[in-house]
């Protein structure tokens, strides 16, 4: 009862530890931001003309980062709320930023969006934004907690969630178990969930206390990468704050619902002479941490992956400016999105049986 407690806390919290994808991965954005220095050269302040080529390489990249706006097109954008802590709590609009390109007055504080990695800078009334010897910006930087793009999406897919999942719920117990409403059509996935990845990996004595994760685990990437291919421009998972907030949840309850016999096959394994035990333990231990980073950057690699090869080769078209080679980049994206949708489902699946995998490994039990 305890664990499945415990269970029910974690996948609870994972709308809560996604609220921090807008909290980007450092690193992350000062390679995108390095690559871009040049390119978004009006950043600096020079005012230089981008070539296509480089317009397109910019629009890509600036596809794959959050942003504080939807922008549908020039004329229909949808603003955010901006939360910064600055010393003080400051609340604005991001409509005050106009894309990126006026600085926004808060409480007598000025702010500014980099157009190289799409954080905010605190700069003063011209909006200047400075740049070291590498190219990175050097104006200070307020804690951001922003609602952004990607945790507005997040909060749609988890509401869709409940509200399918809910009136499926319901409808099994006002009519003795048959399902109506929109959550029928996943019965046929939850069951195959249930029968071909939990029940095989876990086996039919532990499956059960698994399954709220697994299914929400696979509904919640499978969605998120749906809304991806959407003209709304999100790019949940292509966030590598949201793969790790998914990851560290698989590897939370593989560490607290692990039975005794799976800690003593990593850290005394039976069998197998002493000298050796002490040298495999470490390693064994090793691979409890290298296996949800495997997940992270298996599903964030992918989903960043197929999202440039789609924008870049939609950019053909555009360099080509002939109607043989943008007629045949049009078809080629046409069919990559195709193949994209596969590869939506594709993903969710591959997490989740992993997942199923490690949770079996944890939960079995061994006869020595």
Known sequence: MQQKKLLNLL?????IIAFQANAQHEEEHEIIQHNNAQEVAHDNGHGETLSLKEQIKADINHHLLD??????????????????????????????FHHGESVAESNGN??????????????????????????????????DLSITKNVVMIIVTSLILFLLFGGLARSYAKNGGIGKGPGRFLEPIILYIRDEIAIPNIGEKHYKKYMNYLLTIFFFIWFVNLFGLTPLGVNITGNIAVTFSLAILTY?????????????????MPGVPAP??????PIELLGTFIKPFALMIRLYANMKAGHV???SIIGLMFLFKSWIGSSL?????????ILELLVAALQAY???????????????????
Not at 68 to 91: A, E, K, Q, R, S
Not at 120 to 142: F, L
């Open 67 to 96: 942003a504080h706006d939807f922008h549908v097109t020039d004329y229909l954008t949808f603003p955010l709320p901006i939360i910064l802590w600055d010393n003080g709590l400051h609340v604005f609009s991001s409509s005050k």
């Open 252 to 268: 939370f309850i593989t560490t607290f619902t692990a039975k005794k016999d799976y800690w003593k096959h990593i850290f005394w």
């Open 110 to 143: 000025y702010y500014a969006i980099s157009h190289g990695n799409g954080h905010i800078y605190k700069t003063d009334s011209s909006g200047v934004i400075h740049h070291n010897e590498k190219g990175y910006e050097s104006n200070e930087k307020p804690l």
């Open 309 to 311: 090869v789609l924008m």
């Open 11 to 15: 996948t609870s919290l994972l709308l």
């Open 329 to 337: 980049s049009f078809g080629l994206a046409f069919g990559l999105m």
């Open 276 to 281: 050796m035990k002490i040298i495999l333990a």
């Open 350 to 368: 591959i997490f989740t049986v992993l997942s199923a995998l490690y949770f079996g490994s944890a939960a079995e039990e061994h006869e020595h």
